[in-house]
């Protein structure tokens, strides 16, 4: 009998122990997540990142645009699984804030842009639904009647970036992840100066370089000139495009 119970003690010490979940000692992921957004960037799956919220050597090597902003979801998605990619410190943000100014305030200048009444707003001092894709800072005040439709109907509002600086909320400058950021050059159209006959002001610039513009603006180089419908553009970009269809006001 004491033989018996030596060897069921045995087998008992040999089985193994079930393991509660309470008793599991396996970290919990704190992997960041992430919305890469949709494939809708017109250089989705070339191999290449081009959304500017990224880093690393998984990124092209051309010019970033702000429209890519979330729209080239694979390519960054592989290339941040690869480990090739790493998300910025300062990831500028897909939404921008807006502000909320009466109608009445705002000069939406004249209808000589590229692409008028072809029901997009193509002024980059706005923000919203009612945006065209692709903007350009020369028809800034040049598409009135697209925009001022949309900012009726509320698919447009005016870009916080371009709110009148006041003593209580003075100017926003920005970030700097501007391709040009710290060069000593102001690229952001929001400002002018002597300087602004040589520069091409881009869209994706506004904004974006701080650093440079804060600097000249405290040096007396540059000055505000804000929402203007009739900015200083500086050297002219775009080419003259046939007008889109009218459409009745």
């Known amino acids: 009998m004491r033989q018996s119970v030596s060897i069921l003690a045995v087998i008992a010490l040999a089985m193994p122990v079930p393991v509660t979940?309470?008793?599991?000692?396996?970290?919990?992921?704190?992997?960041?997540e992430i919305d890469f957004g949709d494939d809708t960037s017109q250089f989705a799956r070339d191999g290449e990142c081009d959304d500017s919220r990224f880093e690393g050597s998984g990124m092209t090597d051309t010019l970033l645009l702000e429209s890519d902003i979330g729209h080239d979801a694979t390519d960054c998605r592989v290339a941040f699984e690869q480990e090739r990619l790493r998300v910025k410190a300062t990831a500028p943000q897909q939404a921008a804030e807006t502000v909320t100014v009466p109608i009445g305030l705002i000069d939406f200048g004249n209808d000589s842009g590229s692409y008028p009444n072809d029901a997009e707003c193509d002024d980059a001092r706005f923000v919203g639904?009612?945006?065209?894709?692709?903007?350009?800072?020369?028809?800034?005040?040049?598409?009135?009647?697209?925009?001022?439709?949309a900012f009726e109907e509320g698919r447009v509002k005016l870009n916080a970036l371009y709110a009148d600086p006041t003593d209580e909320n003075p100017i926003d400058f920005g970030v700097n992840t501007a391709a040009f950021a710290n060069?000593?050059?102001?690229?952001?159209i929001r400002f002018t100066g002597d300087y602004a006959s040589g520069l091409i002001y881009l869209a994706e610039d506004i904004g974006r370089d701080a650093n440079d513009c804060r600097n000249a603006v405290e040096a007396g180089t540059a000055t505000w000139q804000g929402k203007t419908a009739t900015p200083n553009y500086g050297m002219i970009t775009s080419q003259p495009a046939e007008s889109g269809p009218e459409f009745d006001t």
Do not use: H, W
């Not at 009612?130 to 439709?149: E, P, W």
């Not at 060069?183 to 952001?188: A, H, K, N, Q, T």
């Open 183 to 188: 060069d000593g050059e102001c690229d952001d």
């Open 21 to 32: 979940a309470q008793e599991s000692t396996a970290p919990e992921s704190t992997a960041p």
């Open 129 to 149: 639904d009612g945006m065209a894709k692709d903007l350009v800072t020369d028809t800034i005040g040049k598409d009135a009647s697209d925009c001022r439709r």
